[in-house]
């Protein structure tokens, strides 16, 4: 950036600034009882001076962002200056809708109202950002060199996350003493705002299409063999995570693709930012280029001839509207990705006019087209079995419709078709012969339970595979919306979606339990996009008496995951098998990734994949 004249700059952008109603210029001397930015950040996540005015705020300009949340960055040109490491030297500028007067590396003084801005309101329970709001500016000089970046790397990361709550207020840390060399969510606190860098880094999160990216600074944190990092318990969120977004807009500068596994070559200097999407943002002023991994979609193995290959699918709002590539790359995965399973059980499919909300249910189109392009791929001429939903009653998009629908390979496996159910009729577990049956087949698990309220209903069916009855239960649960993310001021953050979950999770697990109260041995195979990990309060509930067993578990810690969020590799889509089934040693479970990980997505989730011999 050209450097301006001092008296030249100061003359241009107060004549400006003072058109728009923003400048009162100012020129006194500090005085020693000045304001600094440290004082406005103080050593909590809340300002001390929070709804005060405070005059003359002195600090550089170390970025100016002319979309989304308008203003600009002022630091401290000494960026210790209290030689206090909890507290910023940095803060945010927020000028709303007036003109930006302001250029990377002016001096200036800023006067204006302290305030805490909560990126998504206080009900989303995210930390709020300090910032100074209805600003005066007072451009003192330009192209002055920026404060040094603090280098955020695995050595300056705590190894812990966040501490535990204050009960007193609820189980917020937000008045708690920020101790940036013991955790990672008080570090980056303690950098809100600051000009920031991280060097060459993985990529945990790939490039989405908002164009922003995640990387980690800890190359070894729970680190999976495909680069992403696993989010395994409650207790490992990975502090080495960071979003990267950038201060240009994607006009001037396109945003670079990553998939996971790639490296942000350079890496990215910028501000640290805290936003509704992700927390602590490093919105990059610089940013490096990507070398790409090659990263592959995997593919997973034929079943045997005696094997039954089950398969579950999200393939994320399917309807007729969408274009012939989707049904076509959906279909290539199903053939070439997942070996044409016998049963494959798809998530989200929507009615046969998609959002359009005008009473339809059917999803016979939607069906048809994607089957035809199954064929098409080379795959098999699958059957598909499914019970039209109430209108909007199942949550998901209005209008959509979404449900959960069977295909199946006729010349491998068939379906016992028993009087097929309605959206309200509950098919139950009969005794026929001596052996478990349903009375609707395909037929809905409980569907006027109170806990499928405005969510998909199970739906269950009977096939039969070389003489053997295998009740299959399709599943989407309630989703993770309202649920509060890691960098909450709620430590630990408060799930409130989980309730929802657990009831549906025990009201599967009690259905399991019926056909194994009429044969023990049953095959019973529970999948679906559970909407929660393999670790939480709702696989345990079905897996409750041990009625069903999550085979993902079959596999190794890092490779448990079907979906990546916010950079953490992470269990969203199931599969549980009943005690029939066998144990690890008599399945095999594969977890497919051909989308989680990638800038280019066909759906946002993994497809899961069990073969076991009845």
Do not use: C
């Not at 945990?204 to 495909?226: I, S």
């Not at 979906?563 to 594969?590: C, E, H, K, M």
């Amino acid at each position: 950036m050209p450097q301006i004249p001092r008296s030249a700059a100061v003359s241009a952008v107060t004549a400006v600034a003072l058109a728009a109603g923003l400048l009162a210029v100012s020129s006194s001397a500090a005085s020693a009882d000045e304001v600094r930015v440290h004082d406005i950040q103080g050593t909590t996540r809340v300002s001390p001076l929070a709804g005060q005015q405070v005059t003359d705020v002195a600090g550089i300009v170390t970025g100016v962002r002319g979309y989304g949340s308008k203003g600009f960055w002022i630091q401290s040109a000494d960026s210790a200056a209290d030689a206090d490491p909890a507290t910023s030297e940095a803060v945010f500028v927020f000028t709303g809708s007036a003109p930006l007067t302001v250029r990377t590396g002016d001096a200036v003084r800023v006067s204006g109202t302290v305030s805490e801005y909560v990126p998504g309101g206080a009900g989303s329970g995210n930390q709020s950002l300090t910032q100074i709001t209805k600003p005066t500016v007072t451009v003192e000089s330009s192209g002055n060199p920026l404060p040094a970046p603090v280098t955020i790397g695995a050595k300056s990361v705590p190894a812990a996350y966040a501490p535990a709550g204050d009960p007193a207020r609820g189980g917020s840390i937000n008045a708690l003493p920020l101790k940036p060399r013991s955790y990672a969510l008080d570090l980056y606190e303690s950098l809100e705002g600051m000009n920031v860098r991280v060097g060459s880094s993985r990529v945990v999160g790939a490039t989405d299409a908002y164009n922003e990216l995640w990387v980690t600074v800890k190359k070894h944190e729970n680190r999976n063999r495909r680069g992403g990092t696993v989010y395994g318990s409650y207790d490992a969120q990975n502090g080495g995570r960071l979003q990267i977004q950038q201060l240009a807009p994607v006009a001037e500068k396109p945003f670079p693709k990553a998939d996971v596994g790639d490296v942000l070559r350079g890496g990215a200097e910028g501000p640290l930012d805290f936003n509704q999407f992700g927390g602590y943002t490093l919105v990059a002023r610089e940013l490096g280029g990507v070398a790409g991994k090659g990263l592959a979609r995997e593919k997973t193995r034929r079943q045997a001839k005696g094997e039954l290959a089950v398969a579950t699918y999200n393939v994320e709002n399917l309807d007729p509207g969408d274009p012939q590539q989707k049904f076509d790359a959906l279909a290539s995965a199903v053939v070439t990705n997942l070996a044409s399973p016998d049963i494959l059980a798809l998530e989200e499919i929507q009615d046969d006019n998609g959002a359009k909300n005008d009473g339809t249910v059917s999803a016979d189109a939607t069906l048809k087209k994607f089957t035809d392009a199954i064929v098409a791929a080379g795959g098999p001429r699958y059957a598909w079995h499914s019970v039209d939903p109430q209108n909007n009653k199942d949550g998901g998009e209005p209008g959509g419709n979404i449900r959960q629908v069977f295909l199946h390979n006729p010349e491998r496996v068939s379906f016992t078709e028993r009087a097929p159910g309605d959206a309200t009729t509950p098919t139950e577990v009969v005794r026929e012969k001596g052996r478990p049956a349903l009375s609707h087949s395909p037929g809905r698990v409980d569907p006027l339970n109170d806990a499928w309220a405005d969510s998909r209903k199970p739906l269950a069916g009977e096939f039969v595979f070389r003489g053997r009855t295998v009740f299959v239960i399709a599943n989407h649960f309630g989703s993770k919306g309202g649920d509060e993310g890691l960098t909450s001021h709620h430590q630990p953050p408060v799930r409130s979606s989980e309730a929802k979950r657990l009831k549906q999770a025990q009201a599967v697990n009690g259905f399991v339990k019926d056909i194994r109260a009429v044969r023990r041995d049953a095959d019973v195979v529970v999948l679906g996009d559970i909407n929660d990990f393999e670790f939480s309060a709702t696989t345990k509930a079905l897996e409750d008496g041990g009625a069903l067993r999550a085979a993902i578990r079959s596999l190794p810690r890092s490779e448990r995951y079907s979906y990546v969020y916010q950079g953490n590799s992470q269990v969203l889509d199931q599969i549980l098998t009943s005690p029939g089934v066998g144990d690890a040693d008599d399945f095999s479970y594969d977890s497919v990734h051909i989308n989680a990980e990638f800038a280019e997505q066909n759906s946002d989730h993994d497809p899961q994949v069990l073969r076991f011999r009845p």
